[in-house]
């Protein structure tokens, strides 16, 4: 007799795979998104407003921070932090081989 709930629905799998690639990707994705929309494009936008601000669709931008761009500001700050982060853990992590999730590279046949 087996007991349902002391056995997993999906058995253990460790890929052996390389983890500094999620860490790179997920690091520089949250350094662009940051960064370069939260920060750059935000004080950008503020900026070329100038003093008649500007309409974009349904936003209007004026040459003033409200507290809407000192929060997306404030964000985009700690999101890209966050992504030199796990930028940093990524370079410092074991190197192991880039492998597809879910293919087995054992070399075995899997049991039909």
């Known amino acids: 007799m087996v007991d349902v709930h002391e056995t997993p629905a999906v058995p253990p799998f460790d890929p052996k795979g390389d983890e500094r690639a999620g860490y790179f990707v ?15 494009a935000n004080v950008v936008l503020h900026y070329l407003a100038g003093s008649g601000g500007m309409s974009i669709r349904v ?12 929060a997306t500001f404030a964000f985009g700050l700690f999101t890209g932090a966050f992504g030199v982060v796990l930028l940093l853990i990524g370079r410092e992590s074991a190197r ?17």
């Open 26 to 40: 997920a690091g520089g994705l949250l350094v662009v998104l940051g960064w370069g929309f939260g920060v750059l």
């Open 59 to 70: 936003a209007r931008i004026t040459s003033t921070l409200g507290p809407f761009a000192w």
């Open 96 to 112: 192991g081989p880039t492998v597809l999730p879910g293919y087995d590279y054992s070399g075995e046949t899997p049991a039909r």
